[in-house]
């Protein structure tokens, strides 16, 4: 096998150990396991908080004194490991600490994949700007390879996501031991202070008040996207509490038509070289902004049936509004930071968005939730009018029966019935990512540099 098909498989696997679970994992918490979404939100949190300083930890390890490839094929063992164990766990508070270590793992072999990518690609003589493009796309699709596959073996609400995961995970580790040698650089000066060790030094950017609110915005599109990742699929799943609905192929397959994002997400890529031409940095920015409003207002309104095709009209724009911001806002650093905290400043972008912004998106959105968008149902006649069926449907009274109370001759039940206001909560969503597009496009001033962008991208 060559190098670049080498590399295609550790980037395939490398996203797909990720796709088993993230996606689905709502459907275990909240179907399965019956948990509450305050704590739901710290699970997403973990993966924010991971990000705050495992990456830099671990790149300081690999640039000094491990190869990248054996750290990288440490940390993916370990983290087969802990999801090996997840399943055994049986309380939230348990499940959140153990999957901070399980993102304590993976979080940092993102940037490590993509580092050993550059490094094995360069060593072997090859263009990493038109080689490196095709090789991470296949992360994306390993990505929707492991979401299918979760969905049709019926794993999607069972903890037998997190052994796919995990299976897969031990085989990447094992594999990637196999890759050229990646040695430590040790390019840090000896006598250099700890700040510029740590790449610190970056931290000096929020002094400029464009970057500061540049990082800003970054943080509060971060959080969004942790809202479309933890609660899309157990939006479509709660369908089947819908009699009308709970047939349909949405239902049965909600992580399949979820796939529909990374599959759109792959496709916008090719389209970033034309909008970032014609419109600039900003106004790309502002699209993908405004493209979250339409990803969860048309989820608002959506529903299995006459209205499937705004479901799936929210899956398309999402690859817009996740891509268009990644790629436009690393751009943006490229094109006005220097050279030599270029690269700690990109790996500030990534911590405000998947750091900060993660954490913000995950704890807000799952007390907000629980406090002003979960109903509470006490008899038949509520529930039925808000599933929009008969209080003598054998399907709701099934459900009624499931959630383990009792129904009185007056139709009240012993135990109240908790569900998910799902058109509200995406109506908040959607006002929250108006409101932060407005506000960009009023604050941040930009202006469009076609030789700037054409500088530093110019295969774009």
Not at 37 to 66: C, E, H, K, N, Y
Not at 101 to 125: H, Q
Not at 427 to 451: G, N, Q, R, T, V
Request: aromatic share 16%.
């Amino acid at each position: 096998m060559n190098i670049k098909n080498r590399l295609i498989s550790m980037s395939f696997l490398q996203f797909f150990v990720w796709g088993a679970w993230l996606i689905t994992i709502a459907n275990c918490w909240f179907g399965t396991k019956g948990w509450e979404g305050t704590q739901f939100g710290l699970v997403f949190g973990t993966m924010g908080i991971a990000s705050l300083f495992m990456p830099t930890i671990t790149g300081i390890i690999a640039d000094r004194w491990v190869n990248a490839e054996k750290l990288y094929a440490g940390l993916h063992i370990l983290y087969a490991a802990v999801l090996f164990y997840i399943p055994q766990v049986d309380n939230p508070t348990d499940f959140v600490y153990i999957m901070l270590l399980a993102m304590c793992f993976y979080m940092p072999t993102i940037a490590l994949s993509n580092s050993i990518s550059y490094t094995v690609l360069k060593n072997s003589g090859k263009d990493v700007v038109k080689n490196f493009p095709p090789i991470r796309v296949w992360g994306t699709i390993g990505f929707i390879a492991a979401m299918w596959l979760t969905n049709l073996t019926g794993s999607k609400a069972t903890e037998f996501q997190f052994y796919i995961a995990g299976v897969s995970a031990l085989l990447l580790g094992l594999y990637s031991l196999t890759l050229p040698a990646c040695k430590p650089q040790n390019l840090t000066k000896e006598d250099s202070s700890w700040s510029e060790t740590l790449g610190l030094g970056a931290f000096k950017l929020f002094a400029d008040y464009k970057m500061l609110l540049f990082f800003i915005f970054s943080m509060f599109l971060g959080g969004a996207l942790q809202l479309t990742n933890a609660y899309g699929d157990v939006f479509l799943d709660e369908f089947k509490f819908f009699p009308k609905y709970a047939s349909s192929f949405v239902v049965e397959y909600s992580t399949i038509i979820m796939s529909i994002s990374q599959i759109s997400e792959t496709l916008f890529i090719l389209a970033i070289p034309f909008f970032l031409k014609r419109f600039g940095i900003k106004q790309v920015m502002l699209i993908s902004m405004l493209a979250w409003v339409l990803r969860f207002g048309f989820f608002a309104y959506g529903n299995p049936t006459d209205g499937l095709w705004m479901i799936v009209m929210s899956c398309i724009v999402y690859g817009m509004a996740f891509d268009f911001f990644n790629i436009s806002g690393s751009l943006f650093i490229e094109t006005t930071t220097d050279a030599k905290n270029r690269s700690s400043a990109q790996g500030l972008f990534m911590m405000m968005t998947n750091g900060f912004g993660a954490v913000l998106g995950s704890f807000t959105s799952g007390w907000a939730i629980d406090k002003y968008f979960t109903k509470t149902f006490t008899n038949t006649s509520e529930i039925a009018g808000f599933l929009e069926t008969e209080a003598t449907n054998s399907t709701l009274l099934n459900f009624i029966k499931e959630q383990g109370t009792q129904i009185a001759a007056n139709g009240a039940f012993d135990n109240p019935i908790l569900m998910k206001d799902w058109h509200s909560i995406w109506l908040s969503f959607a006002i929250y990512s108006l409101i932060i597009a407005i506000a960009f496009a009023i604050m941040f001033k930009h202006k469009h540099d076609p030789e700037a962008i054409m500088e530093v991208a110019p295969n774009l």
